[in-house]
Structures are given as structure tokens and as C-alpha cells.
């Protein structure tokens, strides 16, 4: 019997590399889905090579593909789409298969190999808008940033421990301004959290560039994923107090522009 299984791409909010290194992140699945069917025939509209999660969508897609049963097995499913990614970059968080597995938004933690602690966010808040534009394909992989970030951690243990712990911060003030315990600007934790990955390195000066122009226009942006550093930097994720004067400003631009659906379903049957 022929079946088709579909998995999200996400976006991760705060906290990428941080989250390698035992630090807390937020991600979400979105609106943007891979599927495979029995026969191995895939179709994807999450871009690859964005910091969108396509290598974990698909590797959780086929996970499902090949245990099938329903409902799904999603702690199984997990686990095998990690080790795929481990394949794949080395050392990965966990965070990309886990939030295409469950979806939602989650709060995601590392704290050893054996020990991920995540935890699905109920909003108690009207959700802020996202949009997304694509700064370019990095020339740079995942796994080469991650390495990147290893070399600087190993180097500059403290330094870079340092930066890390300003992003839990940021991660933590997120998760009080969706509960509603703090009065919190968003715009802020993202300006933030993009100037402590710049201080990182994970950002290009092209892409630098655009976020300034950004700002200038009274909006807040920052990558998401994993960065790029020679040429581009995958996609960037935008807040603006009055959406239509960023819609505008990046339609100027000739910049295509996406609202991010965040708080995607997991992986799921299509037929
Ligand atoms: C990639 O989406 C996020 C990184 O933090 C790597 C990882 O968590 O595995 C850069």
C-alpha cells in the first residue's frame, strides 16, 4: 500500500550554536513541508542550504517512511533521524530532527548526549509576525560552521562561553514574554541575539548589510541556523513593529518576502 509522510522545516528563533554546547534554544516547525512516499519519490518546499532544516526534514521523513505503523513512533523516529544528521554534520545538537518530529514550538536542551529535554511552548500571547528573506546559500555547510564555532570554542573557551550564556538570557527572556510574565520588546531579543552571532562570526558582511538596512527602517532581524560566513548567510527572520513598512521597504528591495507560520504540526501522514 502506498503511503506518504510529510516532515516540517523550521526555523530556530534563539539560541543556534549556543545549543550544541549544552545552551537552551527555541525553535519552530513552519509552514514549509518535505514529504516521501513508499516508493522513495521526494517532494520539498523547504529550501536547502537556508538554516530551514531541509537535511533533518528529510531525515525524519525517512525515518517514518521506514518504520511506518500509525500512529507514528515519534520517539523512534527521533532517535534515528539523529543518528542520520550525526552522519551527516558530525555533531549536531539534536534540535533540527527534533522539532521536525514534534513540531510546535519548543524549548530545546542538550544536556548530555543521552539527555535532550525539550518542552512544547503554549503561547499565552498573540504571537508577534515573522517574515523571512533569503540572504543567499552560505558557501559554508552546517557541519563546516559547526566546526567553525568548535575551533573558536576550543580556543577561546571563555570568551565564547561568555557569549553563550548572553543567548540563554535572551532564550529565557523569550519564554517569559510568550507566558506573559515580563513585559518584554521582541524586536530587542532579536537584534540581540543577531549581534551575539556576529560577535560569533556566523554572519557575512553581506548579510550584515541587509540586517543594517533593516534596522534602519526600524526593523529587527537575525539569521537562523547555522550562518554563513564567505558569501551568504541563509535565511534571516525579520520583526517590524508596522508590517507594511517592511513589506514595502523589501519589495524595493526586489527582496522576496514570506510571513513565517510558526507552530507547525510535526510529522505526519499526508494519504
Ligand atoms: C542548525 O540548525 C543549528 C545549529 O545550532 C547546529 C545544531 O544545533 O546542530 C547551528
Known amino acids: ?62 525515518s517514518a517512511i521506514k518504520f511506518g505503523g500509525k500512529p507514528l513512533n515519534l520517539e523512534k523516529i527521533n532517535l534515528d533521524a539523529y543518528e542520520m544528521e550525526k552522519k551527516r554534520h558530525g555533531n549536531p545538537s539534536g534540535i533540527d530532527n527534533t522539532i521536525s518530529t514534534y513540531g510546535g514550538l519548543l524549548w530545546y536542551r542538550k544536556e548530555t548526549e543521552n539527555l535532550k529535554v525539550f518542552k512544547q511552548l503554549t503561547s499565552k ?10 540572504s543567499g546559500r552560505p558557501s559554508e555547510t552546517t557541519k563546516e560552521m559547526v566546526a567553525y564555532v568548535k575551533d573558536l570554542h576550543l580556543n577561546k573557551t571563555q570568551k565564547i562561553e ?25 524586536g530587542t531579543l532579536i537584534h540581540q541575539n543577531e549581534l551575539l552571532l556576529e560577535r560569533l562570526g556566523v554572519v ?4 550584515k548589510n ?6 534602519k527602517i526600524g526593523g529587527m532581524a537575525k539569521i537562523t541556523g ?12 525579520i520583526y517590524h513593529d508596522v508590517p507594511n513598512v517592511l513589506l514595502d521597504f523589501l519589495k524595493s528591495l526586489n527582496l522576496e518576502v514570506k510571513e513565517a507560520k510558526l507552530d507547525e504540526e510535526g510529522v505526519r501522514y499526508e494519504e
Open 162 to 186: 561568555d557569549l553563550f550564556k548572553e543567548v540563554e538570557k535572551i532564550a529565557k527572556s523569550f519564554a517569559k514574554f510568550i507566558f506573559n510574565e515580563e513585559a518584554v520588546n521582541f
Open 1 to 62: 500500500m502506498k503511503s506518504k509522510i510529510s516532515a516540517p522545516g523550521k526555523i530556530i528563533l534563539f539560541g543556534e550554536h549556543a545549543v550544541v554546547y549544552g545552551y537552551p534554544a527555541i525553535a519552530s516547525a513552519i509552514n514549509r513541508r518535505l514529504s516521501i512516499d513508499s516508493f522513495g519519490k521526494v517532494q520539498s518546499d523547504v529550501p536547502i542550504g537556508a538554516g530551514m532544516g531541509s537535511s533533518a526534514a528529510y531525515a525524519v521523513a525517512t
Open 226 to 237: 547555522a550562518g554563513g560566513i564567505k558569501t551568504d548567510s541563509g535565511m534571516v527572520m
Open 204 to 207: 557575512s558582511e553581506s548579510t
Open 125 to 134: 500571547i498573540n504571537p508577534p509576525r515573522l517574515f523571512l528573506v533569503n
Open 210 to 215: 541587509l540586517i543594517r538596512k533593516i534596522e
